[in-house]
């Protein structure tokens, strides 16, 4: 009786996406136990992502079914008691500690350089591409670069704050191409071994240390893809360092993954298993963050290029894991699955969007055209 209960809701919340448990369409959902219907409704996308994870159910088309769920809004109809619990311990605790600034390194970006380097683009970017005019997902990357450092109007001689380096590849990039002094700071031991050897023979120093330890003049800083990392708790906090690092006629851009709404906590099950301690930010959240501190010039919205950049990393992931199964497990390859096909669904859906925000300390003076 209580298995059907939790069935029939669970169907019910399916069809007003149009999807069918035990359909043949590629986006429907097929069972292969029943435990399912009960875990999904009481524990959310945490349950969801868990129990395919463990085998229990199986979609054709993972990123369909999470674009019709999203688009659908299903998910904002489940009230299960995980949501509530992860919602108070956000605003309860700071998720974001300095004491904890190093657990997303060690869980998800040392998860493994051969992972990334078989997934990513020649850089090893790890954030989203500009896919205008590009056919690649190395042109993608490199074109976003170029947005980035053309809209700092970096200049021979400047000196750089990256903050969030990744592998290194931007830093590299800016130092390369714009003849500029990088500073590059990372949470991940991997990641800072792998720049290190990257940037080697270039003006960029690699540093192992949470951003709030920075010290330091510079004439640019920008970040990209690590603010989602930041929580609501200290956004005020990261705009003030931005701030007091960044020279008085200075420029910084944030490029982040952003929230339609103000949140206090992240996804239970990306938290769990993918980025520990994450959290997206909304657009009044920034803004009301950075108010005092700096002048906005310009906000640039392209969320559908971060969909077609998770197509392009699944597919290098699917090609690659004959090479790269005998090092990762079948419930890993399934999690990995399913975070990249769930996220590209959700921008698809645009339920999360993806925001470069260029601030500048003092206002820039006359006409200026930003890129695009």
Same mark, same amino acid.
């Given at each position: 009786?209580?298995?059907?209960?939790?069935?029939?809701?669970?169907?019910?919340?399916?069809?007003?996406?149009?999807?069918?448990?035990?359909?043949?369409?590629?986006?429907?959902?097929?069972?292969?136990?029943?435990?399912?219907?009960?875990?999904?409704?009481?524990?959310?996308?945490?349950?969801?992502?868990?129990?395919?994870?463990?085998?229990?159910?199986?979609?054709?088309?993972?990123?369909?079914?999470?674009?019709?769920?999203?688009?659908?809004?299903?998910?904002?109809?489940?009230?299960?008691?995980?949501?509530?619990?992860?919602?108070?311990?956000?605003?309860?605790?700071?998720?974001?500690?300095?004491?904890?600034?190093?657990?997303?390194?060690?869980?998800?970006?040392?998860?493994?350089?051969?992972?990334?380097?078989?997934?990513?683009? +020649?850089?090893?970017?790890?954030?989203?591409?500009?896919?205008?005019?590009?056919?690649?997902?190395?042109?993608? +990357?490199?074109?976003?670069?170029?947005?980035?450092?053309?809209?700092?109007?970096?200049?021979?001689?400047?000196?750089?704050?990256?903050?969030?380096?990744?592998?290194?590849?931007?830093?590299?990039?800016?130092?390369?191409?714009?003849?500029?002094?990088?500073?590059?700071?990372?949470?991940?031991?991997?990641?800072?071994?792998?720049?290190?050897?990257?940037?080697?023979?270039?003006?960029?120093?690699?540093?192992?240390?949470?951003?709030?330890?920075? +010290?330091?003049?510079?004439?640019?800083?920008?970040?990209?893809?690590?603010?989602?990392?930041?929580?609501?708790?200290?956004?005020?906090?990261?705009?003030?360092?931005?701030?007091?690092?960044?020279?008085?006629?200075?420029?910084?851009?944030?490029?982040?993954?952003?929230?339609?709404?103000?949140?206090?906590?992240?996804?239970?099950?990306?938290?769990?298993?993918?980025?520990?301690?994450?959290?997206?930010?909304?657009?009044?959240?920034?803004?009301?963050?950075?108010?005092?501190?700096?002048?906005?010039?310009?906000?640039?919205?392209?969320?559908?290029?971060?969909?077609?950049?998770?197509?392009?990393?699944?597919?290098?992931?699917?090609?690659?894991?004959?090479?790269?199964?005998?090092?990762?497990?079948?419930?890993?390859?399934?999690?990995?699955?399913?975070?990249?096909?769930?996220?590209?669904?959700?921008?698809?859906?645009?339920?999360?969007?993806?925001?470069?925000?260029?601030?500048?300390?003092?206002?820039? +003076?006359?006409?200026?055209?930003?890129?695009?």
């Amino acid at each position: 009786m209580i298995d059907t209960y939790y069935k029939n809701q669970l169907t019910r919340l399916f069809d007003s996406a149009d999807i069918q448990i035990g359909g043949n369409r590629p986006w429907d959902m097929t069972i292969h136990d029943p435990r399912v219907y009960r875990r999904t409704i009481t524990e959310a996308n945490l349950g969801l992502g868990e129990a395919y994870m463990d085998g229990w159910w199986e979609c054709g088309d993972l990123e369909e079914f999470f674009f019709r769920l999203l688009s659908a809004k299903a998910d904002e109809k489940i009230l299960a008691p995980v949501l509530f619990i992860s919602r108070w311990i956000g605003k309860a605790y700071n998720l974001q500690h300095p004491a904890r600034a190093f657990t997303v390194g060690e869980k998800h970006y040392n998860t493994g350089n051969d992972l990334f380097e078989t997934m990513l683009d +020649q850089r090893m970017i790890y954030s989203c591409g500009y896919w205008k005019e590009a056919q690649t997902l190395d042109d993608a +990357q490199e074109k976003k670069l170029r947005l980035v450092f053309d809209k700092l109007q970096l200049k021979p001689g400047m000196r750089v704050l990256d903050i969030g380096c990744g592998w290194g590849g931007a830093a590299r990039f800016a130092a390369e191409h714009y003849d500029v002094e990088v500073t590059a700071i990372t949470v991940s031991s991997e990641q800072a071994k792998l720049a290190q050897e990257t940037c080697f023979g270039y003006p960029v120093k690699i540093e192992l240390i949470d951003y709030r330890n920075l +010290q330091g003049s510079f004439d640019r800083i920008y970040s990209i893809g690590m603010f989602e990392h930041v929580g609501y708790k200290n956004y005020r906090n990261y705009f003030e360092l931005v701030n007091r690092c960044l020279k008085p006629d200075g420029l910084t851009l944030l490029h982040t993954i952003g929230s339609n709404v103000p949140c206090t906590n992240g996804d239970p099950w990306s938290c769990k298993y993918i980025f520990p301690n994450s959290m997206l930010p909304s657009a009044s959240q920034i803004t009301k963050s950075y108010e005092g501190l700096f002048t906005l010039e310009d906000w640039h919205v392209f969320s559908h290029d971060y969909y077609m950049t998770l197509k392009a990393w699944h597919e290098n992931f699917e090609k690659e894991w004959p090479e790269l199964q005998s090092r990762y497990s079948e419930t890993f390859y399934r999690m990995w699955r399913y975070y990249l096909l769930s996220f590209a669904g959700a921008f698809r859906a645009r339920s999360i969007q993806l925001w470069q925000v260029l601030l500048s300390k003092n206002g820039l +003076q006359g006409r200026t055209t930003i890129p695009r």
